[in-house]
């Protein structure tokens, strides 16, 4: 059996360990452990002592903690190996033998498990529900009643969304949009990924109003593919300005759902350009961006299906693929995970480009759900984890509106309360996590008890 063992040697020799311009040997840490056969080819590594406030909690990361390499509070790590047979008797009995072993840890094989797009849906909507809290969330009384989600996309087709769903749910006809030269009515147009987005924003929020905007249905010419789009959502991103500044301040609450993006340097201007959008906070369309943020609205963006692992065939940009308006800090970009916590390979990793702390989180995505492209074909892509992540935001808008909690606020809880899947604290596969229901829920109580 392959072990980590935790060790409290020396101070002198936990600040080798910890100093990087030292080199520290496991004889140097643990020479002779009763039972271990200790691997001289593992350098050790220091341990950091998670220092909370005084009231605090040492393994909550959710709440503030510092982190001590100081010699008198770090601990340092060493790997060996105990004979199968002995083991139980020899994991009982090494921290008795040595009072300087403070833990024994499993060291497992690890392989890759990703989710690829051609793999079947992995659980379904319900797994989604069950792990997004949805009958908690409701209790609550945060269910999406009277927020108004917008999913910008392809259209929605109302009766499909009605029939997997089984439930009606509202659309608002009035405060839907069509960019110039789309005809078709709000939840009329044809059965595609703009249904599947709406089917996936119900799920943690069933009662929400959606607005049916199809920017990606354009056709009109422009100077090129990604120019066409980003007038469209200029254009429709206004109007979403003027739905947000109707409503009452007191009980203001507009989402906004984006799963596109741009997807190759071909359609832009060259970084540097004062024209780039890509890397170019000064772009109109980003510049507008972060005006709707400052007028109330919550404003989220798939992080893209650029992952190293499984990407997309569409993808150009050699690197940092998550590019433009998705990248904004003004913005939740969402990556995706399956129903098993796992990142799914065509997830797009940061760095961002606007903000290089991206993606924010993970959402659900790759299962079975509104089977808008088919029985067997699962809602996937981050484009389906980012209207996941906005149906959320949507049940929490029901009680907490912007007057009571700013779209910035409402980013920052949904990143503390984020389940760490990834390197300790943000990593640029997972962000800060994957969204918690249960942590929003707890947050915004510890927040109405303050």
Known sequence: ????????????????VADPGMTATTADVADGLP????????????????????????????????????????????????????ASVRLALLPALRADVTGVFADPVIETNLTCGGDPPVG??????????????AAAGLD??????????????????????????????????????VTGKPGEFEVGHGTMCAFDTLIAAPRATLLDVPVLLSQRPGGSAVDGLLSDAVAAFAHLRAVLEEQ??????????????????????????????????????NLIVAGLDDAGADVL????????????GRCAFPDRPIVGANSHSRVLSVGGVDTGGERVGYSSQGPGRLDERKPDLCAYTHFSGSRAFGD???????????????????????????????PAQLRTLLRRTADDHGTMGFDHDYGYGVADARG???ALVRRLEA
């Open 301 to 312: 963006f798939a992080a893209g299906n650029c992952g190293r692992d499984c990407r997309d």
């Open 1 to 16: 059996m392959r072990v980590l063992i935790q060790l409290r040697p020396s101070p002198d020799v936990v600040a080798a």
């Open 144 to 181: 999406g009643t009277g927020v108004a989600l917008a999913v910008l996309d392809t259209g929605i087709n109302a009766p499909h969304v009605v029939r997997h769903l089984g439930r009606d749910f509202t659309l608002d006809a009035g405060r839907s949009w069509n960019p110039a030269g």
């Open 440 to 442: 929003v829920l707890a």
């Open 124 to 137: 379904d909507w319900h797994d989604v529900e069950r792990l997004l809290a949805v009958d908690e969330l």
């Open 248 to 285: 009452p301040e007191e009980t203001r609450a507009l989402v906004v759902s984006n799963s596109w993006g741009s997807f190759s340097p071909r359609w832009d201007f060259p970084v540097g350009h004062p024209g780039n959008y890509s890397d170019n906070p000064a772009h109109p369309f």
């Open 35 to 86: 039972g271990v056969v200790l691997d001289p080819s593992f350098t050790p590594v220091a341990v950091p002592r998670p220092v909370p406030p005084p009231d605090g909690d040492p393994l909550s990361l959710r709440r503030p903690v510092r982190f001590s390499f100081a010699a008198e509070d770090a601990s340092v790590l060493v790997r060996g190996e105990i004979s199968d047979d002995e």
């Open 376 to 406: 067997d074909q699962p809602d996937s892509g981050t484009s389906a984890a980012c209207p996941v992540a906005a149906g959320l935001v949507a049940a929490v808008r029901t009680r907490w509106p912007v007057s009571r909690l700013s």
